[in-house]
């Protein structure tokens, strides 16, 4: 599946930002649990479509790379 990127180049930095801010605050505060899941699997996501400048949300809602 080939996906078109619809997500800028600004964007996809402060994604990445604060995904590595997520991951970062998942390490050092003591989480337990679902807490701990969340807060990892937010910043895996946010990484995710900073890197493959794809986001589902914005696909869905008609958002497209001008």
């Known amino acids: 599946m080939i996906f078109k990127?619809?997500?800028?180049?600004?964007e996809r930095?402060?994604?990445a930002a604060?995904?590595?801010?997520l991951l970062v605050v998942a390490a050092?505060?003591?989480l337990t649990g679902w807490p701990l899941w969340a807060v990892l699997a937010g910043g895996a996501g946010l990484l995710v479509s900073a890197l493959a400048?794809?986001?589902p949300a914005c696909a869905l809602?008609?958002?497209r790379l001008s």
């Open 61 to 63: 809602a008609g958002r």
């Open 13 to 15: 930095g402060l994604r």
């Open 18 to 21: 604060c995904g590595i801010v």
């Open 28 to 30: 050092m505060m003591p």
């Open 53 to 55: 400048g794809f986001c």
């Open 5 to 10: 990127r619809n997500v800028p180049g600004w």
